[in-house]
């Protein structure tokens, strides 16, 4: 992800439109914890999850991401709020 986020193209779109957290996997929150569990190829860190406004899942991914892909996935996401 260190490669990834402050990419030009995936910066912008982070501050725009999502709020980052960082949060400690090893002594994670049952909430953590239960969104973790909704990505059942979740193997390895880090994890990115998207959630909504309440705290539902929307989608994630684990391991190292690649910028174009996850490019994609924040404007799909961007797309599909109301």
């Known amino acids: 992800m260190q490669g990834v986020v402050p990419h030009?193209?995936?910066?912008?779109?982070?501050?725009?439109?999502?709020?980052?957290?960082?949060?400690?996997?090893?002594?994670?929150?049952?909430?953590?914890?239960s969104l973790m569990m909704k990505m059942p190829d979740a193997q390895m860190l880090p994890f990115v999850i998207f959630t909504d406004p309440e705290g539902n899942f929307l989608t994630g991914s684990s391991g190292a991401v690649n910028p174009a892909a996850f490019k994609q996935t924040l404007?799909?996401?961007?797309?599909d709020r109301p």
């Open 8 to 33: 030009p193209e995936i910066a912008p779109l982070l501050r725009e439109h999502f709020v980052a957290l960082a949060v400690d996997a090893d002594e994670a929150e049952d909430e953590v914890v």
């Open 75 to 79: 404007e799909d996401l961007i797309a």
